[in-house]
């Protein structure tokens, strides 16, 4: 069982940054691959970015691509989702989610991740 904790939200304004984390417990989180969700008020969850076990592969989303960095620090069971040039189409709830996976390999989809944490709010006004 792996528990994910996201934190780092907040209300910005266009143009900030803000940087998320999701902190593990549980199982050796090493060795899951880790993505980013997000969902705005409306609409579907849309996933943002992912990196592998090791933070040797990340993918992103178009949108997201150039403006938001995932890194990891193992040794600390912690994931960052680093946002920059952040835009009021950015604001909704954003989430972590772990899956086990091979080294360089990822997931982009949110049903091949089976844990989740609650979601940390961002907020970016105009």
């Known amino acids: 069982q792996v528990k994910l904790v996201e934190s780092g939200g907040g209300l910005v304004q266009a143009g900030d940054s803000l940087r998320l984390s999701c902190a593990a417990s549980?199982?050796?989180?090493?060795?899951?691959?880790t993505g980013w969700f997000r969902q705005a008020p409306g609409k579907e969850r849309e996933f943002v970015g992912t990196?592998?076990?090791?933070?040797?592969?990340?993918y992103y989303e178009d949108s997201v691509k150039g403006r938001f960095t995932i890194s990891r620090d193992n040794a600390k069971n912690t994931v960052y989702l680093q946002m920059n040039s952040l835009k009021p189409e950015d604001t909704a709830v954003y989430y972590c989610?772990?899956?086990?996976?091979?080294?360089?390999?990822?997931?982009?989809?949110?049903?091949?991740?089976?844990?989740w944490g609650q979601g940390t709010q961002v907020t970016v006004s105009s």
């Open positions: 989610a772990a899956a086990q996976a091979a080294r360089y390999l990822y997931y982009t989809q949110a049903y091949e991740y089976n844990y």
């Open positions: 990196i592998d076990w090791s933070a040797t592969s990340t």
């Open positions: 549980g199982r050796t989180f090493s060795r899951y691959a």
